[in-house]
């Protein structure tokens, strides 16, 4: 497994631009199935996940190839049941329900595991599928999900924690082939969720209300091959405003969607960072002394519990006490014991991390738990005094392209460590 040996204390300079969206890309891939014509998606990072979900698509019968940033699928013959042990080591890969019970009226998809940042239910997806008249039973660790034909109905998504984003894409896909109108009340609002519809109605579908929690989908019977550019991805924005700001640097993020990251921006500036907007890109640095913020995640257009463990990196070097309120994952917190590791003084107290930030960090070997865990492990190393280990870093690769190189890029020194 590989690792990154990082020497903090290096501001970061210069430019960074921002890869396509991951969590906008898994989707739209899963949406080429409801399609026997060609598909070209653009702007497609180069992700494990990405990968991972192309050979998905290949199990399930697609023809898929993958070169400089597009994606070509083709889903002439496909057939309903997914790979067991591909879709249960990525839970991304629900997402494949809703598609192959449109086109196919059966799905048969390994029922996802939980994971470090909490139980991951499914209770929505499901009742979502079945509103719109799908049989479904639990069995042997699969979902098997029957229609003899879907027709729209009303249904609500929101949940405990607020609407789903991959429940929402599930229905929103199963409702674009269903008979009559779906209204998904409640529905995710996140720009990814967006991005998907967009790339539905360039297929053919009818929805209306992009964006809003109302979404009101008029299925049609047959949908069509489309070409689609993904958004930038507002995490790893998100993510490099952050380490710049926690690095004392001043760094230029091209292609970022400021309309996506109002939450972020609104925190970093609240906390002293000076973020100048030009025409797709924002440039970051630091205006003097930071100040501590309390935040709580929320989803879309609150701020974003991806971005929270950076945000928590960023708050342990900042001096004074912050409070971060994790209100959309139950135990998201797996990145406060490695941080403490470096020397960041933070207890939990329930859904919050109280931060009495500003004690220097000093490097050490650390391990990551999950994605944005890795990212904040990352960012505290390059802040630390010192060399840090972060070991685990297929964590990272999993929804950062070539994040080393581009930290790189940027003066930090982050070397990959490849273990054979
Ligand atoms: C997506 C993102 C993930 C992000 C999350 C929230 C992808 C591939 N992943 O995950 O990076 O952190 O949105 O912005 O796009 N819930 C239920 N029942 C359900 C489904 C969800 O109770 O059936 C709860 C979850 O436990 C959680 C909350 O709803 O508390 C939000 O989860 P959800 O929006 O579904 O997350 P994902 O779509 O899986």
Known sequence: MDSFLIKGGTPLHGEVTISGAKNATLPIM???LLTDEPCVIRNVPNLSDVRFMGKILESLGAEVSFHDHTLKVRAK??????????IRKMRGSICILGPLLGRLGKAQVSLPGGCVIGARPIDLHLKGVKALGANVKI?????????????????????????????????????ALAEGVTVIESAACEPEVTDLANFLVAMGAKIHGIGSPTLTITGVKKLHGAEHEVI??????????????????????????VDHLHAVIDKLVECGVKIERNNGSLKICRNGRLKPVDITTLPYSGYPTDAQAQMMALMAVT??????????FESRFMHVSELARLGADISIEGPSAIVKGGKPLSGAPIMASDLRASAALV??????????????????????????????????????????
């Open 77 to 86: 013959k496909i057939k309903g049941v997914g790979d067991y042990d591909l």
């Open 379 to 420: 960012i505290a190393g390059l802040a630390a005094k010192g060399m840090t280990q972060v070991n685990r870093v297929y964590h990272i690769d999993r929804g950062y392209e070539n994040i080393d190189e581009k930290l790189r890029k940027l003066g930090g020194r982050v070397e990959r460590i490849e273990e054979s």
């Open 319 to 328: 001096p004074g006490i912050s409070i971060i309120t994790e209100r959309v």
């Open 232 to 257: 930038p991805d507002r995490i790893e924005a998100a993510t490099f405003a952050i380490a710049a700001a926690a690095t004392n640097g001043e760094v230029t993020i091209k292609r970022a969607r």
């Open 139 to 175: 069995e042997h660790g699969y979902i098997i999900a029957t229609a003899r034909k879907l027709h729209g109905d009303s249904v609500f998504m929101g949940g405990r924690s607020g609407p789903t984003v991959l429940g929402t894409a599930n229905v929103l896909m199963a409702a």
């Open 30 to 32: 899963a949406a080429t």
